[in-house]
């Protein structure tokens, strides 16, 4: 017997135990000598089997196998919804949104849903789709049926030996949408869950338990009863919480359905989770024999939480998408190198796979309105607010653009209230958020970059992207998912295009640029020739600036596009960024090998040494820190034949060459995200790298590098002043 397996079945001998104890207070009060100890024991561990069987595990999104909910259970926390009530904190809203920080879109340090159901009566949890509401009422129930912890402060989620829930009330989960086509009849549903068991005299049971305030009722999902039938139900749920208030009652309900049902109830709305529960959840999941061995788990975090798969963290933090997460990693131990894939199979898990497994809201957002056409609505909402570098919207300009699209695509009539729209789609599939009074945006930013991808996927609107965006880092992600959906070639080649054009258009990227070419080596390899013009170019940018006591480092951009293009190139030839007189002369010596121009080593060392005379009569004073490296600098570049006044261009002269080399980097990048690509298009972009080609097609518009825009700068980018 594997240690999973040992496992249930002690969680089966502890669930029926305490059931019985839960149940054994009432009936002994009864008097019925029918109902002896023997018979509540088998009606008891037949309730706690059943309680196990169907809330106790977990199967979703296609899952061979159920996993035990008491294995990967991960604890949540929760806030009060009134964040979203205040007009103020918009814009740190919309920062907390840009940086994907979690913690920053709450007033208030989230609370552990344990203490605040272990606090409160009557409590009612909100959450989008797939946040875990279901989850945890499931889990609440599973705790009930544990035996009491003799400390009441424990709240260890992972300790299943006793349990976290105190109040000591026999848990009955209701699934409220099996009254989809009958009144809400809560006595009723408590009567059948405990004949199913084969408890007798059932009614007189439950009759007692509710007089006595024994239950805990878990009814989930307000949000899956029928429209028509909601106003019914809730006054059925209502009175009889009224009727029977000595029990407990927590339900659920997604938040953009929820309309402040239960008056009495406190409304909480669960986080989306945290560093800290995803790897928990990830240690959890991955905790077999076989995991462990193979550090599935490590490995999974490791990509999870690096710098490429920043926005496939973001999606991680609702437990729904991190278990697809989960289960893609599971297949193959690594995530797939096309985002792109990812991004969209966990779009149509919103937008189609959840509702159709959890069987609601099965009719479209609009008879007309199928999944790709729909796709196309949130692409076009997504695409325009983020070329205006908007993430928040007014439900205004959500309903205007939704009937503006209804319209045009499908000749919906003007009068259509594209609010029921809206609303279906925050409802159904929670893809649109309202973080605070009228200020809507995407349940995460990576879904509005992907829409946003897909938008500007189509010969149509594809230069548009390439002219307009490409040296805007905020674009980044746009450009790489774009170029993982289908054949990158066009894209690639419109990039690189533009990136030629803008250092045909500025004169110091010329002048730098023909320099580049008299001295760059001719090898015969046209991935180390190209190799070499680009650290060539970055020559002009390669000393170390100061701003405000910092030092930042220009050519970085070189740097990191010659390590993605040709990792090895750079081994041994990263120039020293504080030049020092005898670093100098052995960078110029290993050049001299190498260049088509035969540097005049004697001169340049004689100029070298004069400096380290001059130095050494003067010493490291404050004054000369920085002074001598610009001249050890100013001898190298023009011991290379630079130009004087291309000795360390200035920022404003080196914008374009500073945005070119950030474009040629993210061209290569997209290569390495793309779908599919040619090997002559990759061929031609080697060729051309870093060429004068004054007779290449140029774009219709030449995007302008402003001074006021974000441009790349290494690992920061900064607004620039004029």
Same mark, same amino acid.
């Given at each position: 017997m594997s240690s999973l397996d040992t496992a249930e079945e002690q969680l089966s001998t502890q669930t029926a135990s305490t059931a019985f104890q839960?149940?054994? =207070?009432?009936? $002994?009060?009864? =008097?019925?000598?029918?109902?002896?100890r023997a018979t509540l024991d088998r009606a008891m561990k037949r309730y706690a089997q059943g309680f196990l069987s169907r809330h106790g595990r977990v199967k979703v999104l296609g899952m061979a196998n159920p996993i035990p909910l008491a294995v990967i259970y991960t604890a949540v926390e929760v806030v009060s919804p009134n964040y979203r009530i205040a007009y103020s904190g918009i814009e740190g809203i919309s920062q907390s949104l840009r940086e994907r920080k979690r913690e920053s879109l709450y007033k208030s340090k989230p609370t552990p849903g344990i203490v605040i159901a272990n606090k409160e009566q009557f409590l009612n949890i909100l959450g989008s789709p797939g946040a875990g509401k279901s989850t945890f009422l499931k889990r609440i129930g599973l705790e009930a049926l544990l035996p009491r912890k003799t400390n009441a402060i424990e709240t260890d989620a992972t300790d299943l030996t006793s349990g976290n829930y105190t109040p000591e009330c026999f848990p009955v989960y209701i699934e409220l949408r099996k009254f989809k086509n009958e009144p809400v009849d809560l006595f009723q549903a408590l009567v059948q869950e405990f004949e199913a068991c084969g408890l007798p005299d059932s009614a007189a049971f439950v009759t007692l338990c509710l007089s006595e =305030? #024994? &239950?805990?009722? @878990? &009814?989930?999902?307000?949000?899956? @009863?029928?429209?028509?039938k909601l106003d019914a139900a809730i006054q059925n749920i209502s009175d009889f919480a009224d009727k029977y208030e000595q029990n407990r009652f927590i339900t659920s309900c997604r938040t953009a359905f929820y309309k402040t049902f239960f008056r009495r109830f406190v409304d909480v709305e669960l986080t989306a989770f945290?560093?800290?529960?995803i790897k928990t959840f990830i240690n959890n999941w991955f905790s077999s024999e076989l995991d462990r061995e193979s550090k599935s788990a490590e490995t999974f975090? !490791?990509? @999870?939480? $690096?710098?490429?798969? #920043? !926005?496939?963290l973001e999606l991680a933090r609702t437990p729904l998408l991190l278990t697809f997460l989960s289960l893609v990693f599971d297949d193959s131990q690594?995530?797939? *190198?096309? #985002? $792109? $894939?990812?991004? %969209? %199979? *966990?779009?149509m898990i919103l937008m189609e796979k959840w509702a159709a497994e959890k069987r609601v809201h099965n009719s479209p957002v609009y008879a007309d309105l199928h999944v790709e056409l729909e796709m196309e609505l949130l692409s076009e909402i997504a695409a325009k607010a983020y070329i205006e570098d908007q993430i928040l919207f007014s439900e205004q300009y959500l309903v205007q653009s939704i009937a503006g699209f209804m319209h045009a695509t499908l000749n919906a009539p003007r009068g259509l209230d594209a609010r029921k729209i809206l609303d279906a789609i925050q409802v159904q599939q929670g893809l649109l958020v309202e973080r605070a009074a009228d200020a809507y945006s995407f349940s995460h930013l990576t879904i509005q970059e992907y829409l946003t991808a897909e938008y500007f996927h189509r010969p149509a609107k594809l230069r548009e992207l390439v002219e307009e965006h490409l040296f805007d880092e905020k674009w980044r992600e746009v450009f790489l998912l774009s170029a993982g959906m289908a054949g990158a070639d066009d894209l690639l080649l419109c990039m690189l295009d533009v990136c030629q054009s803008a250092l045909n258009t500025d004169e110091t990227a010329q002048r730098c640029l023909k320099w580049t070419l008299e001295v760059a080596p001719n090898t015969g390899d046209a991935m180390k020739d190209a190799a070499w013009r680009i650290y060539l170019l970055s020559i002009p940018l390669r000393f170390k600036r100061y701003t405000e006591g910092r030092y930042e480092r220009s050519e970085k951009g070189a740097d990191d596009l010659l390590d993605a293009f040709h990792p090895n190139f750079l081994r041994g030839k990263r120039g020293p960024m504080n030049w020092s007189v005898r670093s100098a002369k052995k960078w110029l010596g290993y050049f001299n090998k190498h260049l088509r121009r035969e540097l005049p080593l004697a001169k340049i060392e004689t100029e070298l040494n004069e400096v380290k005379e001059e130095l050494g009569s003067l010493g490291k004073s404050p004054g000369n820190r920085y002074k001598y490296p610009r001249r050890i600098n100013g001898i190298v570049c023009g011991g290379l034949g630079l130009s004087y006044d291309l000795h360390g261009v200035s920022r404003a002269k080196g914008r374009t060459l500073l945005s070119v080399l950030y474009g040629l980097k993210l061209i290569v990048d997209c290569k390495n995200s793309a779908l599919r690509l040619s090997t002559s298009t990759w061929q031609e972009f080697v060729g051309r790298l870093i060429t004068l080609e004054p007779n290449a097609q140029a774009p219709r518009k030449v995007q302008r590098i402003s001074s006021k825009r974000k441009i790349y700068y290494g690992n920061n980018a %900064?607004?620039?002043? !004029?």
């Open positions: 839960l149940a054994w =207070g009432a009936i $002994s009060k009864l =008097g019925k000598k029918a109902w002896d =305030g #024994r &239950l805990l009722l @878990l &009814l989930d999902g307000v949000d899956e @009863l029928p429209t028509d945290d560093d800290g529960q975090l !490791s990509l @999870l939480f $690096s710098t490429e798969h #920043r !926005s496939t690594k995530f797939p *190198a096309n #985002r $792109s $894939s990812l991004y %969209r %199979r *966990a779009l %900064r607004m620039k002043p !004029s």
